[in-house]
């Protein structure tokens, strides 16, 4: 490690660059398939019109896209290893009617465009290393911020407040019924196992420190006290993506269930849990499934939710076989393919089994963009295998029968593509300009607020 302002001499990768262990050692590595194989395509691909179609299934009328941004801010440039987080989350509601009808004889009316397009976001701030509450330690600071975070944020609709917390309490119960209290694994600070979270208020029966229904995250398992709190930030802002979304979904299914089913719901990245908050994809797939159920018996279709991916190693393995696969067609990913194909790993080894709760597939645009996509099953199941035993073909899972809204899904994305950028879709885009942190002069401003806030000089 270099000394503050020590750098390394111009010609200091000279002898790595020269080294014959160096360049031998790389040669007996291999990397994931970057090339097509044309054959292993072929039988995998299939038109969207060959896709069953939910007859009177009403066309989408808006599209409900929800992103998030998060950075980690030194507070002091003397003194960095004192850092906040800040994160915003929010949506970007476009009513494609009044989207498609914006221009005004041949050019776009912005007045029009405006009033096709809402955005909507909420903005927080976490401790991070070496930064507590008085009194209290920096992980017990980070649960009792996590919790107010969560308290505080969400959205206002018809009068009725919907928060985050609320949300966390919905994924536990069922569509429109919250639960009351949640079980979490063990107490953070006595480790007594399975001890029951009140929504209000609760203390652990063993130690009565304070417990949080926040908890459950468990991102206070990976806090560092003292050093880099990247991954707790990003898996609170995944969560919170997640939970904004299915409030959303919950508030129109107590107030206006019909509109589900006109509602094209957009997640930025895939349809998953990870790491410590894993455990909520059962939780997820058991709210979805309720649900369902209950629109199918009020005679309403399922809602359309989708993940759209931006990057990642299917990003780059999509464009890469791209010009094999035609338009208007879609790529189903088995796990023999996904493992040897993407991910270089053991096709004996189910993938996805722990975090995911929609399905993967490659689709190919009409206008010839890729778009890596996330569809869950309905009206319920696992999209990935959950057995514990060896992955043999074949693998059902992967089979677009398992996905009725896969080909109403893809025929809305179709309808709001951009030029904008490559490979990309209107509603995220609107999504991600409302909460997207700028890392230059906005990380400047982010880090002087923290400063002043904390009172560093």
Partial sequence: MP????????????????????????????????????????????????????????????????????????????????????????????????????????????????????????????????????????????????????????????GDTYSLHDALLTIHGAPGSPVKSIEIGKCPSCEAPNVAVAAAEATCPGCSSPLYITDVLRTHDEFAESGSNIVPFTRVMNAAERFLSLGYIDWLYSHAPAALATTLFIQDGPLAFYGTTAPLLRRWLSYWSALNTELSQRGHFPPLVVGVEKSGTFVEHANAIADHIPNSHVMGLDNHYIQTRIRAKNPEKWYGQDEFFGRRFFYKTSTGRMLVVTIPRVPEGVPHNDSKKPAKPPDWHANPAQYPTLRATLEALDRVQTRMYANAVIPVALAHEAVALPLGTGSHVLTLMAKQALGLP
Avoid at 12 to 29: E, Y
Avoid at 35 to 45: D, L
Avoid at 59 to 73: C, L
Avoid at 125 to 133: A, F, H, K, N, Y
């Fill in 3 to 158: 000394y503050e302002r020590e750098f390394a001499p111009r010609l200091g990768h000279v002898p790595a660059a020269s080294s014959a262990a160096i360049q031998q050692a790389m040669t007996r590595w291999t990397i994931p398939a970057v090339t097509a194989n044309e054959s292993e395509i072929e039988k995998r691909i299939i038109p969207v019109t060959d896709l069953a179609q939910e007859h009177s299934r009403p066309v989408p009328k808006f599209a409900f896209a929800f992103d998030g941004s998060d950075v980690e801010i030194s507070a002091r440039e003397e003194y960095p290893s004192v850092t906040v987080g800040f994160l915003k989350v929010g949506g970007a509601l476009v009513d494609l009617d009044k989207f498609f009808n914006s221009d005004d004889h041949g050019l776009v009316d912005p007045r029009k465009l405006r009033q096709a397009m809402d955005a909507r976001s909420i903005q927080s701030v976490l401790p991070g290393s070496m930064i507590v509450r008085p009194g209290m330690t920096g992980v017990e600071t980070w649960r009792l911020e996590l919790d107010l975070m969560f308290r505080s944020n969400g959205f206002n609709e018809s």
